[in-house]
């Protein structure tokens, strides 16, 4: 009786919990398709793909990807490309714009350079102890007088009559010569050094010289033929420290100039920069010992038989004022060759300078204002015919009042020569 009942109660109970099974079950059932309608929108089912429209694989997108990026690299390098040409007049505007600035701050740097050797040469002579030149003094006190060349006539101790004979035909003197610089801007000088005697006889007859005539540019350097090239050297820095000048000029002085016809030249050629003017040449190299102008460097042009570099021959040439500034400032570490026209064209090797070849500055023989249509500047063979002087004077000088004194100077002329074959074959 106790079992059966007990049996009745465990049946009872697994018979409740099968409902509960199934009541369970069926509330899954609602809440999963409740929250799969949430899901799907609101709807029952998913409705299936259209036909004719696939899905794109991994690698498709990696494709159109590629492809994409492509075609944006061509738009990007066509717009730089617009951009460019668009920009190329700009460019070409603002390099023409830098190219004449960098031309002005090159004068300016030149005309600061030049100051700054005037003071240098100002300050030595300080330091030194010796006594500023007039002329230096004058530049220094009065400003900026600016003059069209100064012309610096190479002479010895034994050249009394060359001097004479200059004075007397072409360089004018006195009262004429201020006027030749006050109203032309021509400085025309006589340049020596001294002797290795200091203060001897020969230095006491200069000095006697320059206090009657007061055309002289004393320099610091001791005379000698084998020491051009260094004369050279100081002449240029010396004459820049003294005078402002558009150009300095240097001439020999068996050479008769006509000063006219050299100050148009030098006019035309005033605003261009690093000018180097002259009888433009290139002889040969000459290395056998005892010849005259024997070359002890040869060996750095080269083989026998070489040539030197284009320069312009020693007898009269030009350089502008930033190319003597130049000198002045690397006058201590320029090399200096046995020939000094040669030393000249060296110092400018690797330097931008402008090169004019003037044959109207070569050994002009006869003097004469024209020669084969040409207006001669330089003569270095003087005939001794009166009217030959007279074409000479009138051309150089243009002072009528200096044929007084032309009879006077006639023997002199006669050894104002030079030989021009041999000078100009080099």
Not at 78 to 104: C, F, M, P
Not at 172 to 183: I, V
Request: glycine content about 10%; overall charge positive; aromatic content about 8%.
């Amino acid at each position: 009786m106790s079992f059966k009942s007990r049996g009745d109660q465990q049946s009872s109970k697994n018979v409740i919990s099968k409902k509960w099974a199934l009541f369970f079950c069926l509330a899954c059932f609602c809440a999963g398709v409740f929250f799969n309608n949430r899901k799907n929108g609101g709807r029952m089912w998913t409705v299936p793909e259209p036909k004719g429209i696939t899905r794109t694989t991994t690698m498709e997108a990696e494709s159109l990807k590629l492809v994409s990026e492509g075609c944006g690299d061509d738009i990007s390098l066509q717009l730089h490309q617009k951009e460019v040409k668009r920009d190329s007049k700009d460019i070409i505007g603002e390099v023409y714009k830098t190219h004449n600035a960098i031309q002005t701050l090159d004068k300016t740097i030149s005309n600061l350079e030049m100051e700054l050797a005037a003071a240098r040469a100002a300050q030595e002579s300080i330091l030194s102890g010796s006594p500023l030149s007039e002329d230096l003094k004058r530049t220094g006190s009065s400003g900026k007088r600016r003059y069209l060349m100064v012309v610096g006539i190479n002479t010895a101790f034994s050249s009394r009559k060359r001097r004479d004979s200059i004075r007397a035909t072409w360089l004018p003197q006195g009262e004429k010569r201020k006027k030749l610089e006050e109203e032309k801007g021509i400085i025309v000088r006589f340049v020596i050094g001294h002797s290795a005697t200091s203060g001897g006889i020969l230095d006491r007859a200069i000095e006697a010289e320059d206090r009657k005539h007061g055309d002289f540019l004393r320099l610091d350097h001791v005379e000698g033929y084998l020491e051009l090239s260094a004369k050279t050297k100081i002449y240029f820095a010396t004459a820049v420290s003294s005078w402002d000048a558009d150009f300095y000029v240097k001439v020999d002085d068996d050479v008769h100039v006509n000063i006219a016809t050299l100050g148009e030249t030098l006019v035309r050629h005033r605003k261009k920069p690093r000018v180097y003017i002259g009888c433009m040449k290139s002889g040969p190299v000459l290395n056998q010992k005892g010849v005259r102008y024997h070359e002890p460097e040869y060996w750095k042009f080269g083989e026998a038989g070489n040539k030197y570099f284009r320069h312009a021959t020693g007898q009269l040439y030009a350089i502008s004022k930033d190319l003597a500034t130049y000198i002045s400032i690397n006058q201590h570490v320029l090399h200096k060759y046995a020939n000094e026209d040669v030393s000249l064209g060296s110092w400018f090797i690797g330097l931008d300078v402008d090169h004019i070849d003037d044959r109207r500055l070569c050994c002009g023989t006869p003097p004469g204002p024209k020669q084969n249509g040409i207006v001669r500047i330089a003569s270095g063979r003087h005939r001794l015919a009166t009217s030959a002087l007279r074409h000479l004077i009138g051309a150089a000088v243009g002072f009528a009042d200096l044929l007084i004194g032309l009879r006077r100077s006639i023997g002199g002329v006669g050894k104002v020569r030079r030989l021009c074959g041999e000078q100009h074959s080099r």
